[in-house]
Every structure is written in structure tokens, then in C-alpha cells.
């Protein structure tokens, strides 16, 4: 695969494990993340690179590198794939990892052709994110709602920006649609 992985978060037996399978699944590289400068530089040579999170006791320390990628001023870097890797995430562990915009959670172990083909979804698939004051991701609305005690209940609404994009490794990510809307404005036309 023409594409880098980062494997992110305290460096335990987790993920030491899911390093040494990110090194299994034919990357054209594996290293731990030591900051955007360095994927920058990598960005130039393998235009997708995934950040694979390891499972972490407090998911709030991973939120830090989340955001930096995520509202990261280089596309390169904020629409990369993050995955989140652990043996039985929570429903709680789901919703946060959502709410920080990661693309995927997979629940650990999995074999490697079920792995790799949870990765490969990242790439080649017309992909809908969204960004509000808050939050920079992929759309995870059908995801939430299935995992929220009331589906019912409705968020309160605000401007947006809906992209639409496409992951290939070749170019890295193309943006094929992006359309702002301001919905306190549209009521107030209503």
C-alpha cells in the first residue's frame, strides 16, 4: 500500500502490538508520531498517511494530536484517515472518539485481511466530512444516532461547511464538493 502509517498514543504493549501489525499490513512505512512537522515531510512522498491510534486509559490525552490533525491548515494532514484500535471499546470510548473526528473504530484483534480491508475504506470512496465551530470530520450523524440513549433528541443547529472529498494514493485527498451553510441564517428567512 502507498501509503504511511503513524501509530499514536502511550507507548505500551497496545501499541506495540498494533505497531507491529501496521508493519504486517504493507505500508510503505511505519513510525511512531512525533508531530506534524514530520508527516509534513512525508506527506511530499506518500500523499496519504493513517494515523492508527492505540487503545489509551485517558482518551482526553489523545485528543491533543486529534485536533492538531484534524484542524491542521495542511489538507494533507486534516483529512487523513484516523482509525482508533482497541480490544473492546466502550460505547463512551465510541462517542468520544467520534466526537474528535476519527474516520473508524475497530475493535481488536482482527486478522489481517479484515484489517486491511477496514483500512482500504479510507481510500477510493467519496467521503462526506463536516466542519463547525467544534468539530472537523467525517459525517458520523448515522453513527451517533444509533449510539445515543435518545435518538430523539435533536442537536441545536449552526453554521457549517460540508466537504466532499476523495482519498487516493496516488494524489492524496481531492475535494469534490464544499458548501457552507449558515442555518441561523436560513431560519431567520423562514
Not at 30 to 51: H, I, K, M, W
Not at 101 to 126: C, E, N, T, Y
Not at 132 to 161: C, K
Amino acid at each position: 500500500m502507498k501509503a504511511y502509517a503513524y501509530v499514536v498514543g502511550p507507548q505500551d504493549k497496545a501499541w506495540q502490538t498494533l505497531f507491529d501489525m501496521a508493519g504486517a499490513l504493507g505500508f510503505a512505512g511505519v513510525s511512531d508520531f512525533r508531530g506534524l512537522n514530520q508527516v509534513e515531510q512525508q506527506a511530499g512522498e506518500t500523499p496519504v498517511c493513517y494515523f492508527l491510534f492505540s487503545a489509551a486509559v485517558d482518551l482526553s490525552a489523545l485528543r491533543p494530536v486529534a485536533d492538531a490533525i484534524r484542524f491542521s491548515a495542511s489538507r494533507a494532514i486534516r483529512f487523513s484517515p484516523m482509525v482508533y484500535c482497541a480490544e473492546d471499546p466502550s460505547v463512551e470510548t465510541t462517542m468520544a472518539c467520534i466526537n474528535m473526528g476519527f474516520d473508524d473504530i475497530v475493535a481488536l484483534p482482527q486478522s489481517q485481511p479484515k484489517l486491511r480491508q477496514r483500512l482500504a475504506r479510507q481510500i477510493g470512496h467519496s467521503l462526506v466530512f463536516y466542519e463547525t465551530a467544534g468539530y472537523f470530520g467525517p459525517d458520523r450523524r448515522n453513527r451517533v444516532a444509533a449510539l445515543e440513549p435518545n435518538p430523539s433528541m435533536t442537536r441545536v443547529g449552526g453554521p457549517f461547511r460540508r466537504l466532499e472529498i476523495v482519498r487516493n494514493l496516488l494524489d492524496g485527498v481531492s475535494v469534490l464538493r464544499d458548501e457552507f451553510t449558515d442555518v441561523a441564517a436560513m431560519q431567520t428567512l423562514q
